[in-house]
Structures are given as C-alpha cells and as structure tokens.
C-alpha cells in the first residue's frame, strides 16, 4: 500500500468506527509516526521490519498504547481485505515496565508518627483517644496506601481480625 493509500483507509477506518475525537488523534499520530519512520529508513511501512523499529523508538508505555493502535488498525485493513496479513503478527505485544512502588521504610513511618505525637502534645486540641484514632488513620494510609477519601468511607463492620480482612 502506498502512503496515499494507507492515510485514506485510515479515514476510513476512523469513519466506521466511530471514536472520540481524542482517540482519532491518537490513531493519526501513530499512523503517521509509523509513516514518517518509514520514509526515514527508506522502507515500507507495512513492513514488519519498520513496524519493530517504529515501536523500539518510542517510550515503553508509548510502545504498549502504539502496538494496541497499529493492531487494531491493521485488524480493520484485513477484515476489509486490503491486507493480507496483519503486519504485527509477528511482533508480540511489548510490555511496559512497571514503575516501582513508592513506600515507606519503617524508620521513615516512626518519625512521622513522632512528629504527630508531638503535634498533638504541643497543641493540646486532640484528646487521647482522638491522638490514637489519628495515628491509626495516618498508618492506614501511609502502609495501604489509601486515599482521603476511602478513609473516611472505612466502617468497622469492613474489619475481621479474626479472618484477616479489612
């Protein structure tokens, strides 16, 4: 297929399926990343060779949103016959690498309990039982990672400590 060719199936393609305008963007921008690769490389692009170099030059979770377009692109082109094969298939599905999970090491979960102690010492404003109801909060949200707003919807009926759900 030639570029021509490639950019009005792709109008097509957006047409009949009926995206939000977001997404049709999206569609476009790797069409054309993948069109403008090929003209640099001086190859086809439709060629399975251009289509791994496209998605190696591209972030990994750029590389993942890319392959998933291409795909259903390329799916659409042999449903209506104008391919005969998805280039993709011989390229697998690239994985993005996850980014680390952000925690807190105990040493660090201690200091920020000591300066809530001390906080609520110096204040005055926070009874015994308030001070303990708020540490437990604090620790709930910096161990498990909960938002404000699950917080607050916690129930003790949401609590078995003899089965270990919470």
């Known amino acids: 297929m030639t570029r021509i060719e490639i950019e009005k199936a792709l109008t097509d393609f957006l047409n009949c399926q009926g995206f939000f305008p977001r997404t049709n963007a999206i569609h476009r921008q790797h069409v054309a ?4 690769h090929a003209a640099l490389l ?3 692009p439709l060629s399975s060779v251009n289509l791994a170099s496209y998605l190696n030059s591209l972030r990994p979770v ?11 692109f390329f799916a659409w082109l042999h449903d209506e016959g104008q ?3 998805s280039p993709l298939s011989r390229i697998p599905r690239p994985r993005a690498l996850l980014q680390p999970r952000l ?6 979960l201690m200091k920020i309990l000591e300066v809530l102690e001390d906080n609520t010492k110096t204040r005055r ?5 308030g001070a303990f109801r708020l540490k437990v909060m604090v620790m709930l949200t910096l161990t498990h990672g909960l938002r ?3 917080l ?4 003790r009926n949401q609590y078995d400590p003899k089965a270990g759900i919470f």
Do not use: N, P, S, T
């Not at 925690?103 to 660090?108: K, N, S, V, W």
């Not at 404003?125 to 039982?129: F, G, R």
């Not at 607050?152 to 129930?155: A, E, F, G, P, S």
């Open 33 to 36: 990343g993948l069109m403008r």
């Open 42 to 44: 001086g190859d086809d």
């Open 62 to 72: 750029a590389r993942v949103r890319a392959w998933g377009v291409l795909k259903k």
């Open 83 to 85: 391919l005969e094969k």
């Open 103 to 108: 925690g807190f090491h105990r040493d660090q």
């Open 125 to 129: 404003v926070i009874h015994d039982l």
């Open 148 to 150: 404000v707003g699950e």
């Open 152 to 155: 607050i919807k916690l129930d």
